[in-house]
């Protein structure tokens, strides 16, 4: 029996990454805590040995790069910007800058939709349940006061990154664990290893087959009934993440409040309760959902169509699901 990978679901249990074993390969799976995250490994090998000594290689390139891109970590180099925001630039390796370009290349295409310098909000909305009353506008209002992707400076030549405002900070929450799943991927496969998934936390590379020679396959579920999968699509050779705001939320007044928010405003995204996204990097997957999250499901369609090679379905609200016009959406029948 085939096993398939649902999402939308913040952890994906182990027993949904276990394929089929033959004699010519065997499937080891490893779940790990790194950056903050789940991260379920999968190696597909000759023996059992070799499959895990893939995976410690695997850990080993995500530690590494948290390690480069934490902000909660001091002795990264993310941190070091931060520290010196306001006061002078700071020279870093070419991965990070060019990690940082491309998120100010999302920020820029989605008018701040996406902003990798979200970090430095104040936390107005809590979503612990300690939180009675929404807070004040001015409240919201001061909350972003030290966002905005356009006082971050990038010399290229000097490979230094330059935060304009004191109390400002950059953060790859949105797209570095995509970034870790495309590396490791890369990384595996020019180790000779055929297949595989690096899953983290629903942010998903795949490459390769199921020993058998059949697809990893990926299965769709509403939001609001999670019980029932409405399709199914395999994952050959590409990424899939899935962003939601149907987990983490907050009732006050009668009005949902969801944990993501829109960094131009400060007030919670409504309108998507789900975005899953299909790209061949999880990186891009990443922030084109976390952006799609913010701008609704209209912007976020027409953001999907300017991407010919990615495609999308979103749940709303209501349960209703909309899909970019370049997905076969295959329902399934229950």
């Not at 290893?193 to 690096?198: E, F, L, Q, R, S």
Request: aromatic share 6%; charged share 20%.
């Amino acid at each position: 029996m085939k096993k398939t990978i649902v999402l939308p679901c913040l952890f994906v249990g182990l027993c949904c990454l276990m394929p089929l074993l033959t004699l010519a390969q065997t499937v080891q799976t490893r779940v790990v805590t790194l950056m903050g995250s789940r991260f379920d490994l999968t190696v597909s090998a000759k023996n059992e040995a070799d499959a895990q000594a893939y995976i410690d290689t695997a850990v080993a390139e995500i530690t590494r790069i948290e390690h480069l891109i934490s902000e909660w970590i001091p002795a990264t180099q993310v941190s070091e910007v931060n520290r010196n925001a306001g006061i002078k630039p700071v020279k870093v390796d070419r991965e990070l800058f060019d990690l940082t370009r491309r998120a100010i290349a999302f920020s820029t295409m989605t008018n701040g939709a996406f902003d990798i310098s979200f970090a430095a909000i104040d936390k107005v909305w809590k979503f612990d349940g300690s939180m009675t009353k929404t807070p004040s506008k001015r409240a919201v209002r001061r909350s972003v006061r030290r966002i905005g992707y356009q006082n971050i400076v990038l010399d290229s030549v000097a490979q230094t990154i330059f935060l304009k405002k004191k109390g400002m900070k950059i953060g790859f929450g949105a797209t570095g664990k995509g970034y870790a799943a495309d590396k490791t991927k890369a990384l595996l496969q020019s180790k000779g290893i055929k297949a595989g998934i690096v899953n983290a936390s629903g942010d998903m590379n795949a490459w390769g087959t199921q020993p058998d020679g059949t697809p990893w396959t990926v299965g769709i579920t509403n939001p609001l009934d999670k019980t029932k999968v409405f399709a199914v699509f395999p994952l050959e050779d590409g990424a899939v993440v899935t962003s939601g705001t149907y987990e983490k939320f907050v009732v006050l007044d009668g009005k949902r409040y969801a944990h993501i928010i829109d960094p131009r405003t400060g007030y919670p995204a409504s309108g998507v309760s789900s975005i899953t996204v299909f790209a061949d990097s999880a990186e891009l997957a990443n922030g084109l959902s976390t952006s799609i999250v913010v701008l609704g499901v209209s912007r976020g369609l027409e953001l999907l169509a300017q991407h010919p090679g990615v495609s999308g379905i979103i749940v709303d609200d209501n349960g209703d699901i909309h899909h970019s016009k370049n997905i076969a959406l295959d329902r399934v029948k229950h």
